[in-house]
């Protein structure tokens, strides 16, 4: 018989909530398969890293562990104290806190090593990026009589943007959107700005938001820099995981008891 009933996770007002009562509430959210998912892949990762010869070195540990300090404010030993003791954590819980993402990190380079650049040169325009402006309005007559005066009458793009856009984020920066990946646009919005040329006016197109009208800034081709090397590593090492998975004899028998 499970201890879990007789387990107290939480008082409210005095009154206990058992343990399984908080892993029955995650589990009927969806949060406890998440859980018990990561906790898989923690141990194949794991598994793969000592199979494969991987290993944090100390060095790397403590680098590591400085730049999380430093992204957190934890200047000096007593903040770390304190920002652990808030959570209840150990110097161990610490520990794998930070290596677990850096393990992660170092077999993915492993095992993706010189699939990369082949991956890229095989997939090079999924990697392509637009700089872009918009204007977003609600109806499709507004959209097509703004695109009109950009194009026929030379008004300015950047202006209208700031006069008649909906789009709160980027209307006060005339409709800068910045830098945008080739896969975050839909297809008839990916068709038409790499179809385009810079200084191009598209659209409108249609979403949820409303009628958006688009100037292609810069077109971006593919570049294998550092950014791009990550992704593609990324999405190597997640097929790789994804197929390891599936191939573990994964049981999960604390969904049966809660």
Do not use: C
Not at 103 to 123: C, D, I, M, P, W
Not at 142 to 167: C, P, V, Y
Request: aromatic content about 6%; hydrophobic content about 45%; proline content about 3%.
């Amino acid at each position: 018989m499970s201890d879990l009933p007789s387990i107290v996770a939480v008082t409210v007002d005095d009154q206990p909530v058992s343990l399984r009562d908080v892993l029955h509430a995650w589990k009927v959210a969806g949060h406890l398969e998440r859980l018990l998912e990561q906790a898989v892949q923690d141990r194949l990762i794991a598994e793969a890293a000592r199979a494969e010869g991987v290993v944090v070195t100390d060095v790397e540990l403590q680098t590591a562990a400085d730049a999380f300090r430093k992204t957190r404010g934890l200047h000096k030993a007593s903040d770390t104290e304190a920002w652990l003791a808030e959570r209840r954590l150990g110097v161990e819980d610490f520990q794998t806190l930070v290596e677990r993402p850096l393990l992660r990190r170092k077999l993915a380079e492993h095992l993706t090593r010189g699939q990369v650049e082949r991956y890229f040169a095989e997939n090079r325009s999924q990697f392509d990026r637009a700089r872009l402006s918009q204007i977003v309005v609600g109806r499709e007559g507004i959209a097509s009589e703004l695109m009109a005066q950009i194009t026929e009458d030379g008004a300015d793009f950047a202006a209208l943007a700031r006069k008649h856009s909906l789009d709160s984020a980027s209307a006060p920066a005339g409709g800068s959107l910045g830098v945008v990946d080739r896969k975050k646009l839909s297809p008839s919005v990916e068709a038409a700005v790499f179809g385009a040329r810079p200084g191009d006016v598209v659209g409108p197109f249609k979403t949820a938001q409303g009628f958006h009208v688009i100037k292609v800034e810069e077109i971006l081709p593919a570049q294998l820099d550092d950014k791009t090397t990550e992704a593609i590593r990324d999405r190597l090492f997640e097929d790789w995981l994804r197929q390891r998975q599936r191939r573990a004899r994964v049981q999960t028998p604390l969904l049966d008891l809660v």
